[in-house]
């Protein structure tokens, strides 16, 4: 079955610091998804990217999905104490008939030191 | 904004007890998916269901069993349960449009097997 796995599973930063968490897929994807999941929360997506290559941006963050659409890296710049949180790739999977499964990766815990 | 809304929030039942969880998607979602993650884990795909058909299935052991309403509810049956069954239980919506859209996560079941 496809798997998605995100290095590192934890990471501890300074605030002020930078932070990237990257996603691997073993099957080429359709898209991939990003969520963030607070402490005690649900996911919330934060952003669907598409095509080979495609970088996005919001803020202080920078999503960008791989060329061959098999892997694909969140980088916070500066980060702040709001930025605390697990941190999910999602690739979307099509099967051959058709079907839509979303696959999470197995999420970077995201701990800033003040 | 209307959210996805799950009920009830926490569930405490014993071995071998069967449990029912609700999903009200966001109104004119047609897509509603389950999710199980355990402790420190991912959130693990279940079973979908686009307009009222099931779409795909995961992950779901055979003691579990779900459907779509025609009002576009959802619930999750939960037959013999086991000390492995607690965990979140997230239902997360998608809209039509689109091919491949985010999915809106509710704020989930957090269930306990004694």
Redesign the interface.
Known sequence: GQQVMQIPQYQHVQEGEDFTTYCNSSTTL??I?W?KQRPG?????LI?L?KSGEVKKQKRLTFQFGEAKKNSSLHITATQTTDVGTY?CAG?FI?NFG?????????TRLTIIP | AAGVIQSPRHLIKEKRETATLKCYPIPRHDTVYWYQQGPGQDPQFLISFYEKMQSDKGSIPDRFSAQQFSDYHSELNMSSLELGDSALYFCASSPPTGPYNEQFFGPGTRLTVL
């Open positions: 359709s898209n998804q969520y929360g649900h996911p919330v997506f669907q598409v999910f979307l099967s079907n839509e499964k979303l696959t999470f990766g197995t999420g």
